[in-house]
């Protein structure tokens, strides 16, 4: 039972909280009971430590099995342990150490052990907000998405913020970081997908898409569509294709250059009072717009 929080190893662990002290010693924080328990079940080789108080080792006895069965080191600690280690660890904590392979943009265009190739991917262009950030790789896993890229001038994708809000979600689907978004937009139309821009004022309104989408499944005698339908399909993005949406800065979202650089850019229709969509708001609307028209 580790008793004394201000042990030097206790101080070192609440170091993690900075980006200096991650960068040095290649390690981050998993905190809470969801993060660690993916952290455990989908990335144990990542995994260094996990501590848990008695009281949360009692009520998530499920994290301790599963760090036994993985051959992960786990401690016992006090509360006022887990407390100076991380405000933020409900009992429940994890060191990580950074992956030594972290996946390329390369690895995306590969054909998956079932043989197929990407089809949805999450791109973030500038999101400097942890929280957005780590609701985008949740939304995206929740979506069916393949992978998320983190671009240059995004979050640190070890943000304790991040790696919260994304629920353990980072530990389950490819996350690509430090990538330029023209390299990235280049990579993945290589690859067969179509980029879309997310944005507020862009050309198509995303409930037109979802109509033409359903409606291009349909014999042409129910769906009712105009005429003029399969020669507009022709310019218009087709949702159902394998789609990477590209997402900007919070405040001041793509820059022209940026959207210039994206096959077509689309907004999510505000159809109440609403000035907006939060970004990750947004972002979980457009994803799921995809994931449907896709199936």
Not at 217 to 241: I, K, R, W
């Amino acid at each position: 039972m580790l008793t004394n929080p201000r042990a030097e190893r206790v101080r070192r662990i609440a170091r993690l909280s900075g980006r200096s002290a991650r960068e040095k010693h290649r390690q981050y924080l998993a905190e809470g009971p969801q993060a660690v328990r993916e952290a455990v079940r989908c990335a144990a080789g990542q995994v260094r430590d996990v501590y848990l108080t008695p009281g949360a080792a009692a009520r998530h006895d499920d994290i301790a099995t599963a760090a036994r069965e993985a051959g992960v080191y786990l401690h016992e600690a006090s509360e006022d342990v887990l407390r100076a280690m991380s405000a933020d660890a409900q009992g429940v904590l994890a060191v990580m150490d950074m992956p030594t392979a972290p996946p390329t943009l390369a690895s995306l265009t590969e054909p998956s052990d079932d043989g197929g190739r990407a089809r949805l991917v999450a791109v973030l262009a500038e999101v400097t907000d942890p929280g957005n950030a780590g609701t985008v790789i949740r939304a995206a896993d929740a979506a069916g998405a393949d992978a998320v890229v983190l671009c240059l001038g995004s979050v640190e994708l070890t943000n304790p913020k991040v790696v919260r809000a994304s629920a353990g979600s980072l530990f389950h689907l490819p996350v690509v970081t430090g990538t330029d978004l023209a390299e990235t937009v280049a990579v993945l139309r290589r690859a067969g997908l179509t980029v879309l821009a997310a944005d507020g004022a862009g050309e198509w309104d995303l409930d037109d898409l979802l109509d033409r989408a359903a409606l291009a499944g349909l014999p042409a005698d129910l769906a009712g569509a105009p005429g003029n339908l399969a020669a507009t399909a022709l310019v218009a993005p087709d949702l159902g294709a394998p789609t990477a949406w590209v997402f900007g800065h919070e405040a001041r979202g793509l820059s022209e250059a940026d959207r210039a650089r994206c096959d077509a850019a689309v907004r999510v229709p505000i159809h109440g009072r609403a000035e907006s969509l939060n970004l990750a708001t947004a972002a979980t609307v457009f994803l799921y717009a995809s994931a449907r028209s896709q199936r």
